[in-house]
């Protein structure tokens, strides 16, 4: 059964509902850290890539094919962030959405006196959390194994994150409303992410592959998420086509989801 997520009446009072909140935001993040594929794939997963390239590459200034001034590890952290993002996007939302659906968990969730959009805005801010998560231990490793450089604002590269998480959450719960099972969800998260993970430089620097590869390159989300988040770690200007973008798909994919969600 499809529902609305305004349909539901407040059975709770607005602290009521706050603390339940907290405390099921709280337990889907415990939830989270007991699922060791989940933790492998969005946060250990991205820093081995780390570990690897930067082996290889090193992170001396001018050897990366971004900035003189700059190494690979530089330019290919805010990157591996992006890969991070659509890690939680496309492989852990659609699944575990579905799955709980599977179960009838939603269903339950559904019967309590807590509103259906207190359980939404508790699994957004935990999923938000653990990109948030692999993004500083990237960032941890990064400064202490190859010596990271930032040239950018903490506080503007955060908005820059925080808008491309927000935007490929919103097309992960799309993904989870419009799957019959979680089979579907997951192989439908997987044709969508395996591709930009590749292709969009997130793992390996769009400037190493050929012109045309760059050129369909830029019709990849996550494409938009790196150039974004490059630009921001080296105190650049907000690049406008990713605003648009990843905009776009925040607000689209949010209304989608909203009236497609189904809790069972």
Not at 69 to 81: N, R
Not at 214 to 239: C, I, K, R, Y
């Amino acid at each position: 059964m499809t529902t609305t997520l305004d349909t539901q009446q407040t059975r709770f009072g607005p602290r009521a509902e706050l603390r339940s909140a907290a405390k099921l935001t709280f337990v889907q993040f415990k939830l989270f850290l007991r699922q060791p594929v989940a933790f492998f794939f969005n946060l250990a997963f991205p820093v081995l890539i780390l570990l690897l390239f930067g082996a290889i590459w090193g992170n001396e200034p001018g050897s990366s094919f971004f900035s003189q001034e700059y190494g690979y590890i530089d330019m290919q952290t805010p990157a591996l962030a992006a890969l991070i993002i659509g890690t939680v996007a496309f492989m852990t939302i659609p699944i575990a959405t579905a799955t709980a659906r599977e179960q009838k968990l939603l269903r339950r969730f559904q019967a309590t006196p807590m509103r259906p959009v207190v359980y939404l805005i508790s699994d957004v801010v935990v999923n938000f959390a653990v990109a948030l998560l692999g993004m500083i231990l990237l960032v941890v490793v990064a400064r202490l194994v190859f010596g990271l450089r930032f040239g950018g604002s903490w506080a503007t590269l955060l908005a820059g994150f925080t808008l491309a998480s927000l935007g490929f959450i919103a097309v992960g719960y799309v993904i989870a409303s419009l799957s019959p099972t979680s089979r579907v969800a997951q192989v439908v998260g997987q044709v969508i992410f395996f591709p930009m993970m590749f292709l969009s430089g997130a793992s390996m620097p769009l400037q190493i592959m050929p012109p045309g590869i760059q050129s369909v390159a830029e019709w990849l989300p996550m494409t938009h998420v790196v150039h974004l988040l490059q630009d921001l770690w080296f105190g650049g200007q907000w690049n406008t086509t990713a605003l648009l973008v990843l905009g776009g798909m925040l607000v689209v994919g949010t209304l989608v989801s909203v009236f497609t969600f189904r809790w069972e």
